[in-house]
Nanobody, 122 residues
Framework: QVQLVESGGGLVQAGVSLRLSCVAS????????MGWFRQAPGKERDFVAA????????LYADSVKGRFTISRDNAKNTVFLLMNSLKPEDTAVYYC???????????????WGQGTQVTVSS
């Protein structure tokens, strides 16, 4: 069973960058799709980004497209989320997720990390 642990969250000012990391306790093979989600206070958990382990294709939510970049290092069992030009509305708990599959997708994730808080001040 793969377990996911996020890190890299914190309190930052608007406009700066932050990189989140997610380390898997087991090997992330190319049969896993990795994703990032976020949940703001009082709101539902939303999809942020995903990356295929098969072909490296990525998928982004419209709200972060052009600002966030997801990447992965299968050899290090790690997935990253580089967040540029952060805005106060990006404030949320960010969760790493995994699912078996080929194509980057926003659905069907069954493995979740505990989350890391990102707070962006104006």
């Amino acid at each position: 069973q793969v377990q996911l642990v996020e890190s890299g969250g914190g309190l930052v000012q608007a406009g700066v960058s932050l990189r989140l990391s997610c380390v898997a306790s087991g090997r992330i093979s190319n049969t896993y799709v990795m994703g990032w989600f976020r949940q703001a206070p009082g709101k539902e958990r939303d999809f942020v980004a995903a990356i295929s382990g098969y072909d490296g294709m990525t998928l982004y939510a419209d709200s972060v497209k052009g600002r966030f970049t997801i990447s992965r290092d299968n050899a290090k069992n790690t997935v990253f989320l580089l967040m540029n030009s952060l805005k106060p509305e990006d404030t949320a708990v960010y969760y790493c997720a995994a699912r078996r599959g080929v194509s980057a997708t926003s659905r069907g994730y069954d493995l979740w990390g505990q989350g890391t808080q990102v707070t962006v001040s104006s």
